[in-house]
């Protein structure tokens, strides 16, 4: 009996900085049968990234748009540009059983659980302390001083929202992290939720006990 099912929606937030990027690349590399959810931004591209990959970059009027047709699933500003998820590849991939990986904020998950609770499962990360992160975001170097202040105060609200999470792991170790993440994945993919016909099975089941 092959037993059918919907796919997870994996949610991994954290401060910038704590590590939810290599997370994330480890967990695509490792699962065949996970994908990311490409949002649409408002923010500039940013050196080294590819539209349609790291995000589909648009003019806020299309932004605008997309959100007044209902073609997000969820939206959100953070750190004055706008960010949302577009809703019908999400859909169709999470039907067809297959994975996706959101890389959204507090304001985003929040609304995912008010849309596909059923789908959900939530992950935040948090940083070994405060210098570490710092030293992170300084070591990236993708960003000026001023915008490394605006995500450090950020990180601050950010992790005001611990409790709404499913799992909530601090990060001190790649490795160990990387096992955590995947192993929840796992244990998500098996949940009874997601299975599509197991009351099909159970009725074949009783049957063939009918029939003996
Ligand atoms: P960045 O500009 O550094 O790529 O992302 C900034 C923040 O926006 C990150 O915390 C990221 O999780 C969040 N973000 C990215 N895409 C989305 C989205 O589609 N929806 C929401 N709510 N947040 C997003």
Redesign the pocket.
Known sequence: MNLTRRGVMLVI????GAG?SSITRRLLDEQDNLTM?V???T?PM?KGEVDGK??HFVKTKTFDRMRDAGD?L???E??S?F???PVADVDQKIQAGQDVV????????Q?LYEKRRDHLVSVFLLPPSIPELKSRLQGRALDSEEVIDR?LQ?ARV?MEHWAEYDYVLINDDLEKTSADVTNILKTAQISRARQTNLSGFIKELQSQIDSL
């Open positions: 937030a954290s401060p910038s939810k959810s949002s649409v931004t923010r940013r790291d995000y997000l969820e939206w959100a953070v750190h540009n960010y949302g998820t959101f890389d959204i904020d507090y304001q985003g998950t609304q995500r950020n950010e």
